[in-house]
Each structure stands twice: as C-alpha cells, then as structure tokens.
C-alpha cells in the first residue's frame, strides 16, 4: 500500500512538471538577468516605417536596431515585441503563432537547421541570426550561445515588474539601465556611475517632430544617486520660468518642501560632513541654474534679505535695487552635482524671488526680460511644452535648441523648447519629457498649406480619415486606380500600402473587433469584405470572398453601443448580415420582393427603437433587427439619388421633384416643397438640414448664392462644438467651408479638387481640412 501511494505521489509530480514544461509563458519571461535595455514595440509597423527618419530617436535608437531590422521587417504580428540588448548582442521575443515569420516568403534568404536542436540558423542578405520556439514563444538573437542557454527559470524579476508598468496602448517602450550612454539622454543629464544598477522605464510616443515619454526610475533605500536625494521631500510647483528669460540655453531646478532634509541627503550622496549652518538657502523651496545666474524662489524674501548680512548696494535699476554680495563662493560646491557656479557676486530681489550671478550687467537684463515679460513662461515655444508636463517637479530640466544638439551631437533647428521633469516617490522618480519642434503661432483666422503627399497612380475616390487609437488623433485613408490603399500619417508620412481587390464601396468604416481600444479597418469592395488591423493586414477569418456581387457600401451596426457589431452586405436584392468575427447571424433574415435595394441600408434608432432602413426602388423599406418589416410604408415614393437620413425623427430623403420626403414612425408620408432642381444634393444630422441645387447652397434656413460650377455634394462636420459645411466647386478647383450660420470661414474658397474632409488630424486644436490638389496628390490645410 505504501509502494502504491508512493507511486501515485511520483506519478503526480511528474505530470505536474510536465505541464509546468508546456504552459503558456509570457515572452518577457525569458529575458536574461544581464540585460542593459529592452524596447517593448507595441505597433511594429509604425515603430519601423518612422524611427530611422526621426529627427530625434533614429540617433539614439538606430545604431542597435539596425542590427535587427532584417528580423523585424519579416515579422508579421500585431503583438508586443521585446527586442534586448546585452553588450554586443541582442535578443528579440515575441508571442509565436504559424504566419509570424514566414521563411517561404522572404526573398534572398538562407535557413537550416543546427544539428538536433531546435534552433535555426538564418541568413537574410548579409545578416546572419539564430530563432527558435520555446512553447509558444519565438525567440531570435545573433547569439547562439545566447539562444541556447534562454529559459525562463532565471529571469530578471526587477525587470519583469518594470515591463508590467509599462502603457501597452503607446508605440513603444524603453527601459533600460540608467547608466546608459544613449538612453540616459532622453533624461538631459549626465551618466552616474553609481547608477548601474538602477532601471529607467519610459512609454514612448511621437509624430515627426515630437517625442513625448514618460514613466519611472527606480532608486535605492540608500542615498547613492542625484534622485535618493529628494528622499523625504515634497515636489512643489516649478517657478523660476516666471522670471528667467526667454532666451535662455538651458534650466535645471530642484524643488523640496524643506531644505534642511534636502541638504542632509545631500550631504550624504556627496560624502561630505553635513553643514547645519543656518543659511538664507532655509527659507527657499526651489533653486535654479540657468546659463549665467541663480535664481531661488521663497514665500518671504525679506527673510532671506535679513539673513543675507554681507550685502551692499550696488545701484537701483528700474527701481529694482542690485547689492554686491560678499561670498561669491557661495554656489560653488554647495548644491553640488545639480548646481555649482564659480562666483557670484551680485543679486536682486524681485517678488519671490531672489537672483544672483557674477555682473550687475547680466543682472540688468534679468530684470528687463521680467518687466517687459520677455520671460521663459510667456514664450510661445515654452507654452507649447508645458501642458503636457507637470506642474510640481523635484527636479526640472529645460533645453532650447543648442543645448539639446550638444545632448545629442546633432543640429536640430527648431526644437526651441523641451524639457524633462522628475518626481520623486517612494524610493523612484516618475520621469515625464518632451522634445517638440516649436511652429511659430500663425496669425488668427488664418490658412496654411500643412503638407502634400503624393502616389504613384490616379486616386479613385476622396479623401478619407480614420482615427489613430495610439495618438487618438487620426490618418488618411486613399485608394487608387491600382486598387491599393494607402493610409497616411496625420503628418503626411505613408505608413503603409495594401492591395485589394476592387474599389472601396462607400466609406471605410471603424470597429474596436477585440473591445481592447483598438480599432480595425471595415470596408466592402465588390467581391470582399475587408477587415484590415492597424498595420494594414487582415485580420482572420476576413476577408471573405462572395460569388455574387456586392452592390452597396457595408454597414457597420452597433445597435446598444456595446461593441456587439454588426456587418450587413448588400447585394442586389439581398441582405447577408455577420458578426465581428465574420459568422452569419442566423436571426436575421430579409424577405426581399426581387427589389434591388438602391440605397445603403442604415441602423437609425428614434427613441428606444431600432430601424434598418434603405429605399428599393419606390419603396421604403423599415426593418426590425431580424430583417422583418417594423413600419410598413404604402406610399410609393418617386426617390431622388440622395442617400436616406434621419432628420426631426423621420426617416428623410428628397424626391425627383425636389421635394423634402419625411415618414414617420407610423408609416405617414410628408413632403414638404424646398424648391431644388432635378439635380440637387442633401445632407443632414439630426436637427441640421443642408441642401444644394445648381449654384445655391442652403444650410438650415440660410441660403448662400455661389458662383455657378460643378459642385460636390455638400458634407456636414461637427468639430469643436461646432457644425461644417464644406463643398468643392470642380470646375473652378475651389473648397468652400462655412459654419452653421451660412457665413463662410475667413480665407476659404483654397484650392482643391476633389470633395472635401474636415478633422482635427493631430491634436493640435487646429482643424485641417483634406482634398486633392491633382489626381495623384492630396493637400492638407491647416486652419487657426
């Protein structure tokens, strides 16, 4: 009996490291213990087509990854990708799955097998790596030894608690010792030795001329580096920008709520005995070094001029009085490695502040930028900076354009104002910065050219835009002649290209398939219903083929706003509806009268109630969710081309005789006369009407007489709390944009030749509206 439990016992344990062996593993599982930096790659796509051309990461980052662009250009994944760095060598892990890397696919490429192992030696071009699968993870590196030796056993628990505070919604992230020679510039400091052991983690996001970053360094329980400094400090509100010039190179501010904690860690990282002298330093909570002066913010400045004894008066300027001060050495190694200043000899006092520097001169034009408010805090580019940081900081760094190009040994014109911000909790700092290149403000109500982007073949329809669910700002959507979409950056950068087959039907529409926030691609082509992820490939089991044509545009429901979406195709006389995921519905069934449907079907819901309406022929035809009549119309109705909307909560299109047409949710037919042509064009929203017949434009009760031409259909946008209205005159090249009130916007008629797409493209609280200049090229106008 005993050599049976015994058994079973072993027996159990067996199986339980069997599992063990073979469960799911996180990729970040397997990093090593002596990793110096991991970039996490949320977007590979993007991540790849913008780095090596970034004004600011293809210095910092290209080096390293060019070592591994033949690796990732072949990857073909949606999901998050580490690539490590040790030394010389790298290490790239991600979640594998059977299209993740396709060798059959690859042009120029070599590939075998390594004795029994399961590892594989691969040579793309000139580049030579190893790969592997442990459990479901895929893993590539230039270092066999490396490769052979990965197991999840011994891996970097500081490192794996890091990855997990990382934001999975941004481009990238980057972590990595604080150390670093390339990585420790997006801190605006110097290396610290004593900080090898320490991590830095920071999210990245950026458009083509701006990086902003956040995230944590960690610290130690002891005092060893600048940041174990604020230890038992509060971060208080950054000041001196209020005073220092607007000229300035470079800022560096230290805050605390009590200096005399302050001065004692700073004693100890320093290795210096602990001076309790009473200072004027005492009643100051922020201290700053700019390029040639001091400046120390206090609530009481009569205390610190109390406590100040060897002072005397120097001259009064601009009835601000300048003293000489008796120990210019004072900064010279007492705040030592933040601030040290070889000699000042001079200050004044100014509100809240006192300042000191080594010339009355230099201290003359710190009080002249203050009265003429020549100051850092009220320059453009700093305003352009400072809403994405904090306000309280312990410690703040700031850098113009010059003092950026020396961090980075590169020229970079423009980038006027950047900073970085440190706040220090609980033995780590969070860290958040930014380096933006500054546009000048324009003048108000102005119009400017943002950018042109061009393809190689003719456009077939106009353009369109999509949100951006990283930047939460929004792309350009093209199909041309070849039938390939292109989706643009909302800086005019193509991220990507995918071919198709046939023209889009209609407008691209967007769903969220997953319920995680990101979004995909929805679309009908003639044969196909598309559904594409954010890096332009399809997403499974989509597309899907159909032998009989697809006559209207795909309609996207998502009838309770819960994400439950529903994709209805169209085709002649039928309608087909499935799920996000690409199934049938099985409870929805259209009994058609052999009607081709003329009209793209539309989920309208009035009150509690929900409608499937579209027009077939003369008839109006208004469905319930499984695709059975809800209202039963009688009236035939002679219908003009325009599109079916919901208008006052009636369903409402035009006549051939140009009459309004409104049914209700009894079935009743109106008309209501509105004096169009045969030829005419409607749009609404809910209470705004918008009509155009030959040259006369009306918007609710409004009429606005154009100049005569070929226009296209009139387009409603609500932006900003604010309704749109733009139309473009072909014959003529002219985009027309008017508000609500029929009063055009100032500066419009631009040039354009196609239809016309209002939207804020890159948060910037300025609108950009898109056309086409030529039949290869859109333009993007930025309005203020």
Known sequence: MKRLFFFLVLLS???????????????????????????????????????????????????????????????????????????????????????????????????????????????????????KVLNNVFAASNN??????????????????????????????????????????????????????????????????????????????????????????????????????????????????????????????????????????????????????IFIHSFDTDLILESIDDKSSVETYREIEI?????????????????????????FAYNEFVVFSNSPEILRSVISSILSNNTLANSDAYKNIIENLSEQ?????????????????????????????????????????????????????????????????????????????????????????????????????????????????????????????????????????????????????????????????????????????RLLITQGTSLLMYDARGKSISGFSYKSNDSKISTQPKHLRIGSKDYIAFTTGDNLKILNRQGNTRINVKDKIRFSDNELFLYQNKFTSTNTLGQLVQVDTKGKVSTKNLNLSDKHHLETTSKTLVSLTENKLQIKSRTVDLDYGDYTAPRIFYLNNKIYVTTTDLQSKKVYLFDSQAKPIPNFPVFGTSAAELQELDKDNSLELITQADNKTIVVYEIH
């Open 144 to 293: 066999l030894e490396l490769l052979n030796t990965l197991s999840s056993e011994t891996r970097n628990q500081k490192l794996k608690e890091l990855i997990e505070t990382t934001d999975s919604t941004s481009v990238a992230s980057l972590i990595f010792k604080t150390n670093s020679v390339s990585y420790s510039k997006f801190l605006f400091s110097e290396v610290e030795e004593n900080s090898r052991r320490n991590y830095t983690v920071l999210d990245l996001t950026y458009s083509d001329d701006n990086v902003q970053y956040n995230g944590l360094t960690t610290s130690n329980d002891s005092i060893l580096n600048k940041i174990d400094v604020f230890k038992n400090t509060v971060a208080q509100k950054i000041n001196v920008p209020k005073i220092a010039p607007y000229n300035i190179g470079s800022l560096k501010s230290i805050t605390y709520d009590d200096f005399s904690v302050f001065n004692k860690n700073l004693s100890i990282l320093n290795n210096v005995a602990l001076d309790s002298t009473q200072t004027f330093l005492n009643f100051t909570n922020e201290i700053a070094l700019t390029d040639d002066a």
């Open 13 to 131: 344990a067996i199986v339980s490291c069997h599992r063990d062996y073979n469960k799911i593993k996180s990729p970040n599982e397997f990093l090593p213990t002596e990793v110096n930096s991991v970039i996490l790659v949320n977007e590979l796509n993007d991540f790849t087509k913008n780095i090596e051309k970034h004004d600011i990461l293809s210095d910092i980052y290209i080096k390293e990854l060019r070592t591994t662009s033949k690796i990732l250009e072949n990857l073909n994944t949606t999901r998050q990708i580490a690539i490590a760095f040790l030394n010389q060598d790298y290490l790239i892990l991600t979640e594998n799955d059977s299209t993740l890397f396709i060798l059959d696919s690859i042009e120029n490429h070599m590939s075998e097998n390594i004795d029994k192992s399961k590892i594989s030696k691969t040579q793309i071009d000139s580049t030579i790596f190893y790969h």
């Open 323 to 347: 003293y000489e001060f008796g120990r210019p050495d004072f900064f010279q190694n007492k705040l030592r490695p933040f601030i040290e200043f070889e000699s000042v000899g001079y200050f």
């Open 393 to 565: 900081a312990s410690f703040f760094i700031f850098k113009n354009s010059a003092e950026l190009s020396k961090i980075l040994q590169k020229d970079l014109k423009g980038y006027n104002a950047n900073a970085v911000e440190f706040v220090y909790e609980d033995n780590y700092a969070h860290v958040n910065g930014i380096i933006q290149k500054f546009k000048r403000r324009r003048a108000s109500n102005s119009v400017t050219e943002s950018f042109t982007t061009s393809i190689k073949a003719d456009l077939i329809s106009a353009p369109q835009t999509v949100k951006n669910h990283i930047t939460n700002a929004h792309d350009i959507a093209l199909q041309d002649a070849n039938n390939v979409l292109h989706l643009i950056s909302s800086s005019g950068s193509v991220l990507w290209q995918k071919q198709l087959q046939g023209n889009i039907l209609g407008k691209i529409e967007q769903i969220d398939m997953y319920k995680n926030g990101r979004l995909q691609l929805a679309f009908a082509t003639p044969n196909r219903l598309y559904v594409l992820d954010r890096n332009g490939n399809d997403v499974a089991p989509f597309p899907l083929k159909f032998n009989d044509q697809i006559t209207q545009p795909l309609s996207v429901f998502d009838y309770d706003k819960q994400k439950n979406y």
